[in-house]
Antibody, heavy 123, light 108 residues
Framework: QITLRESGPALVKPTQTLRLTCTFS??????????VSWIRQPPGRALEWLAL???????YYSPSLKTRLTVSKDTSKNQVVLTMTNMDPGDTGTYFC???????????????WGQGTLVTISS | SFVLSQPPSVSVAPGKTATITCEGD??????VHWYQQRSDQAPMPVVF???ERPSGIPERFSGSNSGNTATLTITRVEAGDEADYFC???????????FGGGTKLTVL
């Protein structure tokens, strides 16, 4: 069974940097034709796409958050890592990683999601 | 930037048909994906590429995309269909994912 699992701190102070990991089980993060995105959801609100890393570790970011985001792969741990700098209470929400697979990062759906991790930004 | 608009809520009686729309400029030129998110759960896909169903999704779920509007149709609605539904596309002009604001489906 293939699963994705997000992990990271539940509470972060304003201005700190958030680091989240998405651990793959049953599948390698280096699988061909696979892309991994990070998506977040403030409480009671809509989904927001944040970032994507492709098969060749090419990266793409939400234009509004681009200066604060970095996504990378840690192949030794079979993980995808998201860092987000200068956290603000407005960044509070559930953060999901999701896979898309089909050969076209900018066409394929998110067919597999992690369960999400809730991050609260508060002093 | 590309924007997707959904009605905030749709209500339907059990056994009836629910229709959830997603609007965007010239949307028919893009592939639309639909996700169901039950309370406190992760989203799960229910329709891919405008009108394809993932494995395990009942035939009651179907999709279409024409002009500026994509539509998710759920026939013979059941209590278990009560959830938030989000449409999604890729904006290849800006290389980013775009979600609609979500529609809360209430089964009366």
């Amino acid at each position: 069974q293939i699963t994705l699992r997000e992990s990271g701190p539940a509470l972060v102070k304003p201005t700190q940097t958030l680091r989240l990991t998405c651990t793959f089980s049953g599948l390698s993060v280096t699988t061909s034709a696979m892309c991994v995105s990070w998506i977040r959801q403030p409480p009671g609100r809509a989904l927001e796409w944040l970032a994507l890393i492709g098969e060749d570790e090419d990266t793409y970011y939400s234009p509004s958050l681009k200066t604060r985001l970095t996504v990378s792969k840690d192949t030794s741990k079979n993980q995808v890592v998201l860092t987000m700098t200068n956290m603000d209470p407005g960044d509070t929400g559930t953060y999901f990683c999701a896979r898309s697979q089909g050969g076209d990062c900018f066409l394929d759906p998110f067919d597999l999601w992690g369960q999400g991790t809730l991050v609260t930004i508060s002093s | 930037s590309f924007v997707l608009s959904q009605p905030p809520s749709v209500s339907v009686a059990p056994g009836k048909t629910a229709t959830i729309t997603c609007e965007g400029d010239n949307l028919e030129k893009k592939s639309v994906h639909w996700y169901q998110q039950r309370s406190d759960q992760a989203p799960m896909p229910v329709v891919f590429y405008d009108n394809e169903r993932p494995s395990g999704i009942p035939e009651r779920f179907s999709g279409s995309n024409s002009g500026n509007t994509a539509t998710l149709t759920i026939t013979r609605v059941e209590a278990g269909d009560e959830a938030d539904y989000f449409c999604q596309v890729w904006d290849d002009d800006s290389d980013r994912g775009v979600f609609g604001g979500g529609t809360k489906l209430t089964v009366l």
